[in-house]
């Protein structure tokens, strides 16, 4: 049985944050815009709420740069990136802003408007259903409207950094 790693500070109680940290998650790139407007941000809480109706859950920040839009247009696409995609991750988090953050990649219109990322494992266009406001981040609920997938090694996001799921699936 392996050790547990310390990570936390002696002097302190474990945060909430401090706790998800250690469940590993998907990384996706959540678009929303056309042209010169468009945006995004790199999330790991892009979550299905329902296959029947197919419905999408993505958990946006008050502060973020791409709510206004994603409230705008009403629409947004999950974009589930593979290993060889941390450089547009690092990007949408925080490394460029607006329509920069598309640089480098290419980038194709879903049947909303939102932008799918050509060799995401999966593009997910939603409409806007509805958008709910909770504390630091509102809860943003769409209609999947067209999907898009293909098969790769995920990009993971576990203790504060980026990583490789690797091993073979069965």
């Known amino acids: 049985m392996n050790a547990v790693p310390k990570v936390f500070d002696a002097d302190r109680a474990p945060s909430l944050r401090d706790a998800m940290r250690l469940a590993a998650g998907g990384v996706s790139v959540v678009t929303a815009g056309e042209g010169d407007e468009r945006t995004g941000l790199t999330v790991t809480s892009a979550v299905s709420l329902s296959i029947d109706p197919p419905t999408m859950i993505v958990c946006v920040g008050r502060n973020a ?3 206004p839009v994603i409230a705008r247009r009403r629409h947004f696409c999950v974009n ?3 290993a060889e995609h941390e450089t547009i991750a690092r990007r949408f988090a925080g490394g460029a802003m607006g329509a920069a953050r598309y640089d480098g990649a290419e980038w194709r219109p879903r049947l909303t408007g939102a ?3 050509e060799g995401a494992l999966a593009a997910i266009d939603c409409e806007v259903e509805e958008m709910i ?3 630091s981040h509102v809860i943003v ?3 999947v409207r067209s999907v898009a997938v293909r ?3 995920p990009l993971v996001y576990h203790q504060g950094r980026y990583r490789e799921l690797s091993g073979s699936l069965t």
Request: glycine share 12%; charged share 10%.
């Open 65 to 67: 740069s791409a709510l």
């Open 80 to 82: 589930v990136l593979a």
């Open 115 to 117: 932008l799918a990322l």
């Open 133 to 135: 406001e909770r504390h």
């Open 141 to 143: 609920i769409g209609a």
């Open 151 to 153: 098969h790769g090694s």
